[in-house]
């Protein structure tokens, strides 16, 4: 069996799932293939890579050479002590209940006094003390696959950040060990491995395709979203697989003295998390919502949708907003408004033009005016920008005064029979229906990411057009689950 340092991320990519890396080295169920703006991360983590290799003294590069001439090329590079040696290949065999081939291919090799460090280039913005599990152990991997050939330790194991840091960690050889037992335990199994669900684990994973609907079939326990995934593992091992088995040997009382382990620590239900759940056990076998108050909305006769565009942050970059999209809905409705940044260097300009826009409201509209949103991410962003930027007359203040979170709403009026509180989950329960139903947000991402690269006019105004198609229509899906509530 061989097993690649890199294999690491089948297990932590885009979140810790056990069945990912069985499914992937089985290869009997298709994966999708990855998203465009995934793809456009690895172009730019390729391009971070090679511009860090430039900056190296007297680079001795493998790349281009076949894998059994790379490893043997690597070790002549280190005898001769090379003092660069980019995209090199260790290799070792070693039983790990069975026989396994480990090999890695690290971005650099670098010369460092009697022996190598270890390097690799990443878009994260910094390793931190704890974060990025699967960078960590891609390059612990790197330091014992070094070791195991050279026979001493590497000299240091670094992270050339998308900031372009260099951060270091120690040498932990029981946990590369470790690491390599874990996959070569998943890829051996006989069954396939239970992992939990989550929405927000999994509806970007390339199987999503394959478990969800198994899950649904199965009425797993996990799909409620109250469920935590030590939860779902510990019900799983006392014989609860479904909502149904839940609803069927446990209540309130004993289901709040369920415990288990999450691999850290003992862990308890909790007495109000034991009504949350069984509540939505019950919502999910009725397919119908349970009420639980009435919803506390602001009174008014016009409400302004608002909603946010932005990138994540990568590459040392902040996150950033794009797009601040918003439109009046109620008695007196507006066109669609939107501040469009078409690259950093607009973001202020875009951040202004929002705040003119938003004035403009005020005016029209009166000073209580509310700003109505899902989750909190708008509001985040809101504090972020005026204190990055400023606040105009006062503007942004009044617009974060008059804030209005639907999702806090939704959840405390009612139990959905659903996997997610996601907008477009909840949107859709709720009858709204898009002209694109697939387009997610990674897709509008994808599409801003490339516009630099399209010189044609009309065709960069055309894609401008379809992200701000996609916003507004998630302005009109927030104003169709805010008339929902409305009317309860």
């Known amino acids: 069996m061989d097993i690649h340092a890199s294999d690491v991320y089948a297990y932590y990519h885009p979140s810790p799932c056990e069945l990912r890396v069985f499914l992937r080295h089985q290869n009997l169920v298709p994966e999708a293939d990855a998203g465009p703006y995934q793809q456009w991360l690895s172009q730019r983590g390729r391009a971070h890579e090679i511009a860090h290799r430039n900056t190296l003294p007297n680079v001795h590069d493998l790349g281009s050479i076949s894998p059994a001439d790379k490893v043997n090329e690597t070790l002549r590079a280190i005898r001769g002590r090379a003092a660069t040696i980019y995209q090199g290949r260790l290799e070792v065999d070693i039983d790990l209940g069975g026989p396994c081939h480990v090999i890695g291919e690290p971005d650099f090799l670098i010369l460092m006094g009697d022996g190598y460090g270890i390097r690799d280039s990443k878009s994260i913005k910094e390793l931190g003390t704890s974060g990025h599990p699967d960078v960590r152990a891609q390059l612990q991997i790197y330091g014992w696959l070094y070791e195991q050939v050279i026979g001493k330790e590497p000299v240091a194991l670094e992270v050339h950040c998308g900031t372009g840091q260099i951060e270091s960690l120690p040498f932990d050889r029981q946990a590369a060990v470790d690491e390599i037992g874990r ?119 016009n409400y302004v949708m608002l909603d946010l565009e932005g990138l994540p942050p990568q590459f040392g970059e902040e996150e950033w907003v794009f797009l601040w999209g918003l439109q009046v809905f109620g008695d007196h409705p507006s066109d ?76 405390k009026s009612f139990v959905l029979p659903l996997p997610s509180y996601s907008l477009k989950v909840v949107e859709e329960y709720l009858g709204f229906r898009r002209s694109c139903p697939g387009l997610h947000g990674d897709w509008a991402m994808a599409q801003y990411v490339a516009l630099p690269g399209i010189a044609n006019k009309a065709r960069r105004d055309q894609v401008i057009a379809e992200i701000c198609t996609y916003n507004r229509e998630d302005l009109e899906a927030t104003w169709h689950v805010f008339s929902w509530l409305m009317k309860q």
């Open 183 to 301: 996959l070569v335990s998943l890829r051996s199994a006989t069954q396939q491995p239970y992992s939990p669900l989550g929405w927000s684990k999994c509806s970007a994973c390339g199987f999503f395709a394959h478990c969800w609907p198994e899950a649904e079939t199965g009425k797993d326990v996990a799909l409620l979203p109250s469920v935590q995934q030590w939860l779902a593992r510990a019900l799983r091992d006392s014989g609860v697989r479904s909502y149904e088995d839940l609803l069927n040997q446990y209540g309130q009382e004993s289901l709040a003295g369920f415990s288990g382990h999450d691999g850290r620590r003992q862990k308890h239900v909790s007495e109000d998390r034991a009504r949350k759940i069984l509540q939505e056990a019950r919502a999910f076998v009725s397919g119908q919502e349970i009420v639980l108050s009435k919803p506390t909305l602001p009174d008014s006769s």
């Open 336 to 411: 669609y408004l939107a501040a469009f940044a078409l690259d950093r260097t607009e973001e202020q300009a875009a951040w202004e033009e929002f705040l003119a826009i938003t004035g403009d409201l005020f005016e029209e509209y009166g000073a209580d005016l509310p700003f109505v949103h899902w989750h909190h991410y708008e509001r985040v962003k809101l504090q972020h920008y005026i204190s990055r930027f400023g606040d105009i007359d006062g503007v942004a203040a009044q617009v974060a005064d008059n804030l209005c979170d639907l999702l806090p709403i939704t959840k």
